[in-house]
């Protein structure tokens, strides 16, 4: 599977984005996705994972309660709104699939291009 991410920009402390990603194949549902980023000097970390369905999430505790991901199998899309937006946040977004379920040893086979995101103080 491939995949694009794309929806990334500068944005103010405080303020939201929506990333998604677009996944070419047909069998998109059968893969869990997930949201991983990595800032500048740092190594790259989880952010948030969904199941094929859609029906269970998994989140950061540095994310919780601000971000949500999301997908629509009719699109082959997956989502991730970031609400309330920190200059921490600022990093390369990255989506990831894999037909492995998430766990927390969870290292996905695909990978897609990183998005930028910035949030400014």
């Known amino acids: 599977v491939q995949l694009q991410a794309f929806g990334g920009g500068l944005v103010q402390a405080g303020g939201s984005l929506r990333l998604s990603c677009a996944a070419s194949g047909r069998t998109f549902s059968s893969y869990a996705m997930g949201w991983f980023r990595q800032a500048p000097g740092k190594e790259r970390e989880f952010v948030a994972a969904?199941?094929?369905?859609?029906?269970?999430?998994y989140y950061a505790d540095s994310v919780k309660g601000r971000f949500t991901i999301s997908r629509d199998n009719a699109k082959n899309t997956v989502y991730l709104q970031m609400n309330s937006l920190k200059p921490e946040d600022t990093a390369v977004y990255y989506c990831?699939?894999?037909?492995?379920?998430?766990?927390?040893?969870?290292?996905?086979?695909?990978w897609g291009q990183g998005t930028q995101v910035t949030v400014s103080s």
């Open positions: 969904i199941s094929w369905s859609g029906g269970i999430t």
């Open positions: 990831a699939a894999d037909v492995r379920k998430y766990d927390s040893n969870w290292s996905p086979r695909y």
